[in-house]
Nanobody, 118 residues
Framework: QVQLVESGGGLVQPGGSLRLSCVVS????????MGWYRQAPGKQRELVAV???????NYADSVKGRFTISRDHAKKTVYLQMDSLKPEDTAVYYC????????????WGQGTQVTVSS
């Protein structure tokens, strides 16, 4: 059984920084991609950033230049460094992993709250 455990959320002032971590555990043959999504109250879940097996990354326009996604293969961990945080970044952040042997299966973490407020 695959499990994703996120950590690092919290309350931060505008302009501050947070680093989210997501550790993947369980039996995984291959990780195809790892990413972060977020969902603010009353809004749909949206992609924040993703990193694929080649190391290529993709970011939402709203976070480009402020957020950085990275991973540690050996630790099966994906990180999201969030700098210059804005109140509109407030949301529940979810880790997402695509993994499997021949087909991509979708896995989600439980979510971690990020609140940007003075």
């Amino acid at each position: 059984q695959v499990q994703l455990v996120e950590s690092g959320g919290g309350l931060v002032q505008p302009g501050g920084s947070l680093r989210l971590s997501c550790v993947v555990s369980g039996s995984i043959f291959r990780i195809w991609d790892m990413g972060w999504y977020r969902q603010a109250p009353g809004k749909q879940r949206e992609l924040v950033a993703v990193i694929i097996s080649s190391g290529s990354t993709n970011y939402a326009d709203s976070v480009k230049g402020r957020f950085t996604i990275s991973r540690d293969h050996a630790k099966k961990t994906v990180y999201l460094q969030m700098d210059s945080l804005k109140p509109e970044d407030t949301a529940v952040y979810y880790c997402n992993v695509g993994a499997g042997r021949l087909v991509r299966n979708n896995y989600w973490g439980q979510g971690t709250q990020v609140t940007v407020s003075s």
